[in-house]
């Protein structure tokens, strides 16, 4: 509508045909321009109907006075701000913490020392503060950060009251952001088990835990640990039995530098569910999804078992009844020399392959004693370019014909052959079956044990509860808002896209080939028409009229030389000439009032039937 009103205003009837076509160039050009202006404000659709509004004014006031369409720079909107509020658990929990406080308060740092470990690097000696995450959005939220790295870390925490796997499910969540990337380390957070010899003042990387859940990098190896330790009720001891490695590629949640909410959710029934930012990434069963297996097989192979000597596991023998063919020459050579070949004609025989560079000269700083007799380097002889060959002349090797190899006897099935052999099964001594491996031991603490190649990596937000819609609810209130405050801050989709284009300037060629190229193209078949004038234009005057082939072949010069004028004027000089006409061409009477009337009809109208009558009498007089 706005270019509509534009080429009323701006174009009069009658220009020529390049001033028209000039025209619709600068048209279809401010039409890009347009659409480009609307792709880079579709993020903002409350100004953008402003924007419309003031560039269809400024376009009509453009027509009567340039100088007074100058319209003001609109700055974008400020981003919406998100206030930060503490969350708050609904439910019943058995450990919170938001860190909000601002101090370490009920968290206590281990003093420890790790086994086999040099002295200068064994202290758990990391340094961890309470503070705001560097690019933080939400001012006032607080997070516990692993501040130093090349260090080992290990600060706990105890639980409001031991947890016990019984009838209800375990719900273990909590936030990372890797400020800094991660180039080595884990961010996991350990379930201590409640045991007699718990310290937390001594909390070391063998402190017995009953749950390891979290993300965990080294160089190209990406993993989100589920780890517990699994009793075995016939031995006592523990094992570690690790889940199966998720399907989901999780490089992103390391890299992005992002928060992400990871939750682990045990229930009772033996299944579990791995979240990240709610939503599942692994899923499984105790009994079956774990490494090793809780429960061992019923039977195993007998360690004493020994295979017999006479035990034949061939299956195929060579046959012993089988001969060598009396012709059979097991000397015969494989290749030998063609007779049949001939030396080439123009063979140099006597010319070597490589002679001495008659260029090269000994270096002056050469001392013989040292470095012996120089010698010139080789080149090829350049005799023998143009020649099919230098040197002694040999006959070109070619297969035996009669060459067979050593002989060996053809293989038979072993009509002894007795399978491969495997030590027999007995009933396995260790054997137990638990079906309720989610009955772990109990935990009473929540830790970090961590090395790290990186620092300030950001923690905050854990809770351990029964309940699911607790915990989601923790989350809304908690990695939501930090969700809400990220995606307020980011540039919009053209903002997105620019910045991805400074990181990785390859992507202008596809945003060329995406954008700009089908525009270009709609515009150049939009706007490459010609128009012709019609015959009806040519029957309003005398003039001779060009051949069809001739105007389009002249038409592209005449068309940037001359103009044509208004058609008021084009009509008076029709009617000038016409006159002329009709003096000159007095003797012929009868055909110009022929064609007066004719012309006359096709302004007037369509003539009528006795009109047409007397035209036709008066072709055939």
Known sequence: MILARVAESVVPTGLHVSSTMELKWLLCATLLILGLVDVQTHDEEDDHDDD???????LEDGVEDVEETKPEASSPPPSPKVSYKPPVPTGEVYFVENFDKGTLEGWVLSKAKKDDTDD?????????EVEEMKDTKLPGDKGLVLVSRAKHHAISAKLTKPFIFNTKPLIVQYEVNFQNGIECGGAYVKLLSKTTELNLDQFHDKTAYTIMFGPDKCGEDYKLHFIFRHKNPKTGKYEEKHAKR??????TYFTD????LYTLVLNPDNSFE???????VNSGNLLNDVTPAVNPPREIEDPDDQKPEDWDERPKIPDPDAVKPEDWDEDAPAKISDDDAVKPEGWLDDEPEYVADPD???PEDWDEDMDGEWEAPQIANPKCESAPGCGTWQRPMIDNPNYKGKWKPPMIDNPNYQGIWKPRKIPNPDFFEDLEPFKMTSFNAVGLELWSMTSDIFFDNFIICTDRVVAEDWANDGWGLKKAADGAAEPGVVGQMMAAAEERPWLWVVYILTVALPVFLVV?????GKKQPSAAEYKKTDAPQPDVNEEKEEGKDKADEEEEEEEEVEAESNEDKQEEKQKSDADVGSASQEEEEEEEEEEDGKPT???????NRLKKS
């Open 274 to 280: 791995i979240l990240v930012d709610q939503t599942v």
């Open 609 to 615: 039937s006795e009109e047409e009558e007397s035209m």
């Open 257 to 260: 530098k992002k928060t992400h």
């Open 52 to 58: 419309v509004i003031d560039i269809e004014d400024d």
């Open 360 to 362: 090269a000269e000994k």
């Open 524 to 528: 150049l078949f939009c706007c490459s």
């Open 120 to 128: 200068e690097i064994a202290k758990y000696d990391g340094k961890w």
């Open 246 to 251: 998720p399907d989901a590629d999780l490089k």
